[in-house]
């Protein structure tokens, strides 16, 4: 069964940073184009950022823009979400998706597997 597993959420204070990872054993994630999404109660799933198959573009919604980064370690097979100067807004579960066209869009209809979610909690 294809799947990724995520990891790294957690709570922090806003201000604060976090690393997500999306990771993938037994099979390349390199040639897939991978996202990370997130929903908040109440909420539409949003895409925050992705990262084209070979990793040659990346692409970020305007309110992470110079807050967080994606990047991809191909020898450890994980793509990473670095997070920084967190705000309350950005609270909600996380989630990795693959889309195997390799193309870096922030469609979640462009991406056919996604993991179960990690949950970011940004508060005092």
């Known amino acids: 069964q294809w799947h990724v597993v995520e990891s790294g959420g957690g709570l922090v204070q806003p201000g604060g940073s976090l690393t997500l990872s999306c990771s993938r054993s037994?099979?390349?994630?390199?040639?897939?184009?991978i996202a990370w999404f997130r929903q908040a109660p109440g909420k539409e799933r949003e895409g925050v950022s992705c990262?084209?198959?070979?990793?040659?573009?990346?692409n970020y919604v305007d309110s992470v823009k110079g807050r967080f980064t994606i990047s991809r370690d191909s020898a450890k097979n994980t793509v990473f979400l670095q997070m920084s100067s967190l705000k309350p807004e950005d609270t909600a579960v996380y989630y990795c998706?693959?889309?195997?066209?390799?193309?870096?869009?922030?469609?979640?209809?462009?991406?056919?597997?996604w993991g179960q979610g990690t949950q970011v909690t940004v508060s005092l």
């Open positions: 998706a693959v889309s195997p066209s390799g193309l870096c869009v922030l469609s979640a209809g462009d991406y056919g597997y």
């Open positions: 037994g099979f390349t994630l390199d040639y897939y184009a």
């Open positions: 990262i084209s198959g070979r990793g040659g573009r990346t």
